[in-house]
């Protein structure tokens, strides 16, 4: 059996320009070492999701054994392999011969790319230079986040990603909880992190989410929402999941039980926009904390009308990847987020409202931004488009920040892209849980740029939508959920 790349490759296929069928062999013949250091706090988590989500992805993966105990080793091996038995971790004293990319999980390293938790964040380091000096270990959220951003480095070596389409880190530190590069900030993960809540979708994100909160040691109750079983097609995008559960075809609210074992775990089988009703029938509870995982904006304004008093949204999108976050009676909620009319607009559209420029001319996508296209501009639009003249125009949604997350066709993304959306999710919930605010209730940043180039906005609630002008129902139905 061999994992299904398919999701990887098209994405792969964008940010190269390189031709399927030679990117496929490329990438199939590339090869990746991972060392780390077993005495740097969190090094055997960071090894085992930066090595099984590398494995949901083609090419030979080496671990370098050097320091590690033998029976660390043989613990990598084993979780690698249940990703993918066709495709084993290769054990080795020594590397060697040519690599697309040689990957350290430790502070010091030769000419490695290094992977470092610190508090729920992380250091990617480049270059050889780069001093990294942790000032208090890295916990599991960091852990798990250091991994994500490890394996984006190795994409876009192995991919060999364009280099307008990415940026290599010489030093990043990045914390999901606080979205800032300060990793001293946050406090502490509680001693005991007690969670009631719903996650609507156990999919790419939603896997990722399950990670993570079996990770952190969290127990309590989770009411699990997905409607389907785990399928051959899930490996390559999944951050749970292998051989066997291809074979078994669980459902993935199973999943989902199965690896939060401290939890007691609700599965409801079912779409998101049957989970009202059954709230309201009493089939299943109300949760006052709701995480959603979706692959639509739909499914989104589904899940909002559970009325929670925190819905956490966390989304992908080819390389995109973001958070959106709702509390009830303040700011937006996912309807304003994500409104049906405006689902349809197609990226052009989108383009053309953010940028002032012509439907027409955001249209013709590949061609260069030139002065001209300027002229007929407002002068704080030109002001912000003036530095990409010469740009493909359908470059210009990074700039402007404005991104795919907004448009109808979400997909998932590839596991590092989804698992940092988890990461973000969670990072979320825990800044919550530890009173500090976040800047804005949108965050979002292209997976191959990298988390400091970050666009975090607060958005209004829209006047317009119910969840303004019909506040009085909502609240009488969520006193009657909530008993
Ligand atoms: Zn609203």
């Known amino acids: 059996m061999t994992a299904d790349h398919s999701r990887g490759m098209l994405l792969a296929e964008g940010a190269t320009g390189r031709q399927r069928d030679k990117l496929e062999r490329a990438l199939e013949e590339s090869r990746v070492a991972v060392s780390l250091d077993p005495e740097m706090p969190e090094s055997m988590l960071t090894a085992r999701v930066l090595l099984t989500t590398l494995r949901r992805g083609p090419g030979q993966l080496l671990l370098e054994r050097s320091g590690l105990p033998a029976s660390a080793a043989d613990e990598l091996a084993a979780v690698v392999d249940a990703v993918d038995p066709a495709r084993p971790l290769?054990?080795?004293?020594?590397?060697g011969g040519t690599l697309a990319v040689r990957l350290h999980v430790g502070a010091d390293a030769g000419s490695a790319v290094r992977v470092v938790p610190e508090g729920y964040g992380a250091h990617i380091a480049g270059q050889r230079t780069a001093v990294i000096r942790p000032a208090r270990p890295g916990n599991p959220v960091g852990a798990v986040y250091a991994a994500a951003l490890g394996a984006a480095e190795a994409f876009k070596r192995t991919a060999r990603?364009?280099?307008?389409?990415?940026?290599?880190?010489?030093?990043?530190?990045?914390?999901?909880v606080t979205l800032s590069s300060d990793l001293a900030a946050a406090p502490d993960l509680p001693a005991e992190l007690l969670l009631d809540l719903a996650l609507v979708g156990v999919g790419a994100i939603g896997t990722g989410i399950v990670l993570l909160l079996d990770a952190v040691g969290a127990a309590g109750r989770v009411l699990a929402v997905d409607y389907q079983r785990f399928g051959p097609e899930n490996i390559g995008t999944y951050s749970l999941g292998g051989a066997a559960e291809v074979q078994a075809a669980p459902w993935k609210t199973d999943m989902a039980r199965a690896a939060l074992s401290r939890f007691d775990v609700i599965p409801f089988r079912e779409p998101a926009d049957r989970l009202p009703a059954a709230m309201d029938a009493r089939v299943v509870p109300w949760f006052p904390l709701v995480l959603t995982a979706l692959d639509t904006a739909a499914a989104r304004r589904d899940a909002q009308r559970l009325w929670p008093d925190r819905l956490i949204d966390a989304a992908t999108g080819d390389t995109m990847l973001g958070i959106h976050d709702h509390e009830h009676g303040n700011g937006p909620c996912m309807i304003c987020f994500f409104p049906p009319d405006r689902s349809g607009e197609s990226a052009a559209q989108r383009l053309a409202a953010a940028t002032g420029l012509p439907l027409e001319r955001t249209m013709r996508g590949t061609d260069p931004l030139t002065e001209t296209d300027l002229v007929n501009l407002r002068p704080e639009q030109r002001h912000i488009l003036r530095p990409h003249v010469g740009t493909p125009v359908c470059g210009l949604a990074q700039a402007v920040g404005l991104t795919r997350l907004g448009a109808t066709a979400y997909q998932p993304s590839i596991p590092f892209i989804s698992l940092q959306a988890a990461c973000l999710s969670v990072g979320r919930l825990i800044a919550a849980r530890l009173g500090i605010t976040q800047a804005g209730n949108l965050a979002q940043y292209d997976g191959l740029f990298g988390?400091?180039?970050?666009?975090?906005?607060?958005?209004?609630?829209?006047?317009a939508c119910l969840c303004a002008s019909r506040a009085w129902t909502i609240d009488r139905v969520r006193k009657i959920r909530k008993g």
């Open 451 to 463: 988390p400091q180039a970050a666009t975090i906005e607060c958005m209004p609630q829209d006047p």
């Open 161 to 176: 990603v364009l280099p307008r389409r990415r940026e290599l880190h010489r030093h990043l530190r990045f914390c999901p």
């Open 90 to 95: 290769t054990v080795v004293n020594n590397a």
